[in-house]
């Protein structure tokens, strides 16, 4: 099993800042890749960002020059910078983790694992 442990959330005023963090346990075979998604209430859950193991990112056009994901692979953990917050960015934010048991490489995946969830709220 694998369990991811997320951190960082909570209240900031619009054009704050936080970070995110999420860290990975357990029998983790070949991590291809590590991501956020985010979930507004109402609303499908929609890519925040996600970084693969050889360091190459993609960004949801909402958050570019806004969010900054970033990796350290030893550690089996991933952090998402989030600066100049916006209301619209208020959502639960979600770790995500893609990988392959067989060793295929991205963006094959065989196993994905969600964290539990954590909570943005971006208001004056």
């Known amino acids: 099993q694998v369990q991811l442990v997320e951190s960082g959330g909570g209240l900031v005023q619009p054009g704050g800042s936080l970070r995110l963090s999420c860290a990975a346990s357990?029998?983790?075979?070949?991590?291809?890749?590590m991501g956020w998604y985010r979930q507004a209430p109402g609303r499908q859950r929609d890519l925040v960002a996600v970084?693969?193991?050889?360091?190459?990112?993609n960004y949801a056009d909402s958050v570019k020059g806004r969010f900054t994901i970033s990796r350290n692979n030893a550690k089996n953990t991933v952090h998402l910078q989030m600066n100049s917050l916006l209301p619209e960015d208020t959502a639960v934010y979600y770790c995500?983790?893609?990988?392959?048991?067989?060793?295929?490489?991205?963006?094959?995946?065989?196993?994905?694992?969600w964290g539990q969830g954590t909570q943005v709220t971006v208001s004056s």
């Open positions: 995500n983790v893609r990988g392959s048991k067989y060793g295929s490489p991205w963006p094959r995946y065989d196993y994905e694992y």
């Open positions: 357990g029998s983790i075979f070949s991590i291809n890749a």
């Open positions: 970084i693969t193991s050889g360091g190459s990112t």
